[in-house]
């Protein structure tokens, strides 16, 4: 069974920053996958934000972020982080890391969440003045 386990969320300024985290569990489960970050706010449907490959480290972001977020993995600890700059009040949402084993740098770019298997439980994300 894979554990995806979020941690870095909380309360941000505009314009400030935060950075979050993502650990899969066991390894080996999830061991080529490509990662990504997936947010939904209150009364709107969960959005994709961003994605990396495995090997190569192939990423994309939906336009509102590409620029502001940053997103990168280190694979020997199986972890995904999201770097959020400038952040923006429409950037407070709960945040979901999740692992998928059907991209890589040729369709990371139609990543949706249906195909993605492993799910974390979600961390806040609010930003305020």
């Known amino acids: 069974q894979v554990q995806m386990v979020e941690s870095g969320g909380g309360l941000g300024k505009t314009g400030g920053s935060l950075r979050l985290s993502c650990t899969a569990s066991p390894p080996a489960l999830t061991r080529g996958y490509t990662m990504g970050w997936f947010r939904q706010a209150p009364g709107k449907e969960r959005e994709f934000v961003a994605a990396?490959?495995?090997?190569?480290?192939?990423?994309h972001y939906v336009d509102s972020v590409r620029g502001r977020f940053t997103i990168s993995r280190d694979n020997a600890k199986n972890t995904v982080y999201l770097q959020m700059n400038s952040l923006k009040l429409e950037d407070t949402a709960v945040y979901y890391c999740?692992?998928?084993?059907?991209?890589?740098?040729?369709?990371?770019?139609?990543?949706?969440?249906?195909?993605?298997?492993?799910w974390g439980q979600g961390t806040q994300v609010t930003v305020s003045t």
């Open positions: 990396i490959t495995w090997i190569g480290g192939t990423t």
């Open positions: 999740a692992a998928s084993p059907k991209y890589d740098h040729r369709n990371i770019h139609s990543a949706q969440a249906q195909e993605f298997d492993y």
